[in-house]
Nanobody, 122 residues
Framework: QVQLVESGGGLVQPGGSLRLSCAAS????????MGWYRQAPGKQRELVAR???????NYAVSVKGRFGIARDNAKNTVYLQMNSLKPEDTAVYYC????????????????WGQGTQVTVSA
């Protein structure tokens, strides 16, 4: 059983940056994909970014050009670099891992972290 632990959230002003980290208790090398999701109050959980085992990335339209996802297999860690943050980026951010099957929806992810709060406010 792999555990995912997110860190790096916090309060930041609009236009600022944060880097989230997701540390896995085991190897992430075998995961098909790892993703960052977010959920704002009263809204559904949505995909922010995804990276496959081959290094292919996908981003939500709302964050494309501002966020970057990367994985370090040697450190069993996935990162989400968030730049030019906006108040609408405020949410709880979750890390997730897909071990098999489709990773195109949140239901395809086997492992989830506990989430880290990101608040963008002046």
């Amino acid at each position: 059983q792999v555990q995912l632990v997110e860190s790096g959230g916090g309060l930041v002003q609009p236009g600022g940056s944060l880097r989230l980290s997701c540390a896995a208790s085991g190897s992430i090398f075998s995961f098909n994909a790892m993703g960052w999701y977010r959920q704002a109050p009263g809204k559904q959980r949505e995909l922010v970014a995804r990276i496959t085992s081959g290094g292919n990335t996908n981003y939500a339209v709302s964050v494309k050009g501002r966020f970057g996802i990367a994985r370090d297999n040697a450190k069993n860690t996935v990162y989400l670099q968030m730049n030019s943050l906006k108040p609408e980026d405020t949410a709880v951010y979750y890390c997730a891992a897909n071990s098999a099957g489709s990773y195109y929806s949140s239901s395809g992810y086997d492992y989830w972290g506990q989430g880290t709060q990101v608040t963008v406010s002046a």
